[in-house]
């Protein structure tokens, strides 16, 4: 079955510090995958995505990932963190329709807080 | 671009009501999906269309639940007689399928309270 995994649930780290978030699917074809922020009471906001490629993809607000095949992995990093970068974080598959996307599967989401 | 609105943003019903949800996508985008969100999960996929075709419904979307994009532009999701297991946001997304893959945008959702 398709699935994604966000192993930790809340992280906390101190403003200026580095951040790594983890993702690891599931899926029998080659992923599209993404990483959303959801700021309390809003929406998702796409941080970065990967199709095809280069495997380290960079993203807004300074995020990067990097896709591992043999490891079917996705995580998430940030050099130094901002305390507005205090949101929950969703990993995200993509089903793959031979070249088209359907639906997105999403793991369950980590929490970052940010420590001044 | 307006990007995806969703009205209203919060609705409280009793159970038993029906209520119904709007989703405006991003105009010219021919794919809408439909996601529900429960405190502490990620989303959860209902249905998509593609214009005005609904492509896929998952198997969380049970009989109460309808959804309706008539022309290929708005979209809707109405709930029969609501029960608090509904109780949930309901998230709209849109995107342009070109045969590729794209990214889906989405609008700020619909926080829906059973009581």
């Known amino acids: 079955a398709q699935s994604v995994t966000q192993p930790d649930i809340h992280i906390t780290v101190s403003e200026g510090a580095s951040l790594e978030l983890r993702c690891n699917y599931s899926?029998?074809?080659?992923?599209?995958l993404f990483w959303y922020v959801q700021s309390p009471g809003q929406g998702l906001q796409l941080l970065l995505k990967y199709f095809s490629g280069d495997t380290l993809v960079q993203g807004i607000k300074g995020f990067e990932a990097e896709f591992k095949r043999s490891q079917s992995s996705f995580n998430l990093r940030k050099p130094s963190v901002h305390w507005s970068d205090a949101a929950e974080y969703f990993c995200a598959v993509g089903r793959n329709y031979g070249g088209s996307q359907g639906n997105l599967i999403f793991g369950k989401g980590t929490k970052l807080s940010v420590k001044p | 671009d307006t990007g995806v609105s969703q009205n209203p943003r919060h609705k409280i019903t009793k159970r038993g009501q029906n209520v119904t949800f709007r989703c405006d996508p991003i105009s010219e985008h021919n794919r809408l999906y439909w996601y529900r969100q429960t405190l502490g999960q990620g989303p959860e996929f209902l249905t998509y269309?593609?214009?005005?075709?609904?492509?896929?419904k998952s198997r969380l979307l049970s009989d109460r639940f309808s959804a309706e994009r008539p022309k290929g532009s708005f979209s809707t999701l109405e709930i029969q007689r609501t029960e608090q297991g509904d109780s949930a946001m309901y998230l709209c997304?849109?995107?342009?399928?070109?045969?590729?893959?794209?990214?889906?945008?989405f609008g700020p959702g619909t926080r829906l309270t059973v009581l």
């Open positions: 899926y029998g074809a080659t992923p599209y």
């Open positions: 269309f593609q214009n005005e075709a609904q492509l896929e």
């Open positions: 997304a849109s995107s342009l399928e070109i045969g590729a893959p794209r990214e889906q945008f």
